[in-house]
């Protein structure tokens, strides 16, 4: 299972550190760790994701620069930190996690993760 934690309300331009805490399983033995997210009358879209071996996790152009996904073993858990935050960015935030590994081009399509968090609101105030 997948809880996900961190939302909260900030003002543009702060940043927020999510936090996604697997149980049941260890963050390694997920090949993908990602995260989604979902604006008021939106489609889910994906932030980004990491690759279980791949030196660099991948990030949609929208926050690409500003977003960062790590792993920490220690405390199983994978942390999405978003700087510079844009009232764009306000939305409910996903982590997801699938089992076995994926080509580049799938890491975007929802449908290929088989776990998913409760979701975290993100406000992020003008």
């Known amino acids: 299972q997948l809880q996900a934690s961190g939302g909260g309300l900030v003002q543009a331009g702060d940043s927020l550190t999510l936090s996604c805490e697997v149980s049941?399983?260890?963050?390694?033995?997920?090949?993908?760790m990602g995260w989604f997210r979902q604006a008021p009358g939106k489609e889910r879209e994906f932030v980004g994701a990491?690759?279980?071996?791949?030196?660099?996790?991948y990030y949609a152009d929208s926050v690409k620069g500003r977003f960062t996904i790590s792993r920490d073993k220690a405390k199983n858990t994978v942390h999405l930190t978003m700087n510079s935050l844009k009232p764009e960015d306000t939305a409910v935030y996903y982590c997801?996690?699938?089992?076995?590994?994926?080509?580049?081009?799938?890491?975007?399509?929802?449908?290929?993760?088989?776990?998913w968090g409760q979701g975290t609101q993100v406000t992020v105030s003008s």
């Open positions: 997801a996690a699938r089992m076995n590994r994926i080509v580049i081009t799938g890491l975007a399509m929802d449908a290929q993760y088989d776990y």
């Open positions: 049941g399983r260890t963050t390694d033995s997920m090949s993908v």
């Open positions: 990491h690759r279980r071996g791949d030196s660099s996790p």
